[in-house]
């Protein structure tokens, strides 16, 4: 500046004032490094916990919910196949059967076959026809000094069997497990040194299975068969029936294993002897199939009274405390169980306790003492049928596994309430994904312009800065000509 100007500018006072302006500004801090990124940060900060931490907050929760529901989808899963599995697979009518000696005959039951009680006296087991031919000094000896063709016969089975001179007792035993393999059974014995036989056993038990073989000859009328397999057969054992007692009645079978005495029974014949044998229901089954249920609707029952719950505690209170779906469905499934057995009983009449807590438990005491008196009607109070009322008269129920079966079809998967409101959620989240990312992406344009306004200010700040440096000079130039 020239001097004759700084006088002009000093007269006028004009100085002072541009001294005091720039001065002013640097006093602030600006140009000083304020204007830096961490101030941007900051602020940037402050609008994420203003329009972005929100909608985190709103997605954690749907989050939490859905995470919840995949779980209260699951078991109520587990509290539905537990009631289809009692309805369906005829728990009340599986059967188990015990003998009081099954060293003399064991027995097996066929679900809805009848409940009783009987007794068995063995007098004999059935047995099978055993036949063995004469001595062989070996097992590969001919067996004929010709070709020919024998007659096997086994009971009302007749086997023709074509033989020759180089046929062996070895290849005849083939030969007629070949052809008559379903009747009888062919083995070699070796009785002794330089003795070995052809053994036949008829495959049935029973009278009417003897065994004989015939020698047909070579069709020319002449006999070529050794006589160690025709006049030299004999019998080892005489096929017999078995003969046993059903509650005293005399019984006589062809088998040891009879199966057309009692619908739905078979009994096995073991050895002589005397046995008395239960048929009943299975208690062991019955017990264990209501257990899992119990189980199942406990579990099912606690999560979803955690989910509900109520507190001002945040770590306390329930992902659906104000949700009025699953609110209303616990409700729901504690509820029916008040209601269920068609007005001929109640759940606690047949053994399932509801406790004051909701919670179920089952007295296996009260369940086989209603088995006892009455197992038809217990039936019918847990899957449906026809009940006989205490006055003599009958009625129909639906079942009372039934109808709970039914209202928690309602919130499993086959009907999918809960996965329509899984879905509900998930769209709740997708939608507040797309709020995040455009909240997001509004910011990011906001602080790209800021950063670059405040990097433009920065700049006219810096002049003025400098400007009011060249100033302070001058001034101390003024003051030092003084």
Request: negative net charge; charged residues 25%; without cysteine.
């Amino acid at each position: 500046m020239k001097f004759a100007d700084y006088i002009v500018l000093r007269e006028l006072n004009l100085f002072d004032l541009i001294k005091g302006f720039i001065m002013g500004i640097s006093s602030l801090g600006v140009g000083s490094s304020v204007l830096t990124q961490d101030v941007l940060d900051q602020l940037r900060a402050a609008d994420d916990y203003q329009y972005v931490t929100p909608i985190d907050n709103k997605i954690s929760t749907e989050e939490d919910k859905s995470t919840a529901l995949e779980q209260d989808i699951a078991l109520m899963d587990n509290v539905y196949e537990s009631l289809k599995s009692l309805n369906e697979y005829g728990v009340f009518e599986s059967r188990v059967a015990t003998s009081s000696n099954e060293d003399v005959a064991t027995v097996t039951a066929e679900d809805t076959s009848d409940i009783q009680d009987f007794s068995l006296e063995v007098i004999n087991l059935a047995t099978k026809e055993i036949e063995q031919s004469g001595s062989f000094l070996t097992k590969d000896a001919s067996i004929a000094t010709g070709s020919g063709q024998m007659e096997l016969v086994v009971g009302s089975e007749t086997y023709l069997i074509d033989y020759d001179a180089s046929t062996t007792l070895d290849e005849l035993k083939n030969l007629i497990n070949d052809k008559a393999g379903v009747s009888v059974d062919a083995t070699i014995v070796q009785v002794g040194t330089g003795d070995f036989r052809l053994m036949l056993n008829a495959d049935d038990t029973g009278t009417g299975q003897d065994i004989s073989i015939t020698d047909l000859g070579d069709g020319a009328g002449n006999n070529t068969l050794n006589t160690s397999l025709t006049t030299g057969m004999s019998n080892v054992q005489t096929a017999v029936d078995a003969n046993f007692k059903f509650n005293g009645l005399d019984i006589v079978r062809q088998s040891n294993s009879v199966d057309d005495l009692l619908t739905g029974v078979t009994i096995t014949l073991n050895e002589a002897g005397t046995t008395n044998v239960s048929i009943a229901q299975d208690r062991e089954n019955i017990e264990s199939k209501i257990t899992n249920f119990v189980d199942k609707y406990n579990s099912a029952l606690y999560q979803l009274e955690e989910d509900t719950k109520s507190s001002q505690d945040d770590e306390v209170r329930g992902v659906f405390s104000s949700d009025s779906t699953i609110k209303s469905m616990t409700r729901d499934i504690q509820n029916i169980l008040n209601t269920v057995g068609g007005g001929v009983g109640s759940l606690q009449d047949y053994g399932i306790e509801i406790g004051d807590d909701g919670r179920l438990s089952l007295d296996s005491e009260v369940l086989n003492d209603q088995l006892d008196e009455n197992p038809d009607n217990v039936k019918a109070f847990f899957v449906g049928g026809d009940f006989l009322k205490s006055d003599g008269s009958r009625t129909e129920v639906s079942g009372a596994f039934v109808e709970l079966e039914d209202t928690f079809a309602k919130y499993s998967k086959y009907d999918a309430i809960l996965e329509n409101y899984q879905t509900s959620v998930a769209d709740r989240i997708d939608n507040l994904t797309t709020d995040r990312e455009k909240a997001i992406e509004r910011l990011d344009t906001k602080y790209e312009i800021m950063a670059k306004q405040w990097a433009a200010y920065d700049s006219i700040i810096n002049g003025y800065n400098n400007a009011a440096d060249m100033f302070a000079a001058l001034t101390a130039d003024n003051s030092s000509d003084n």
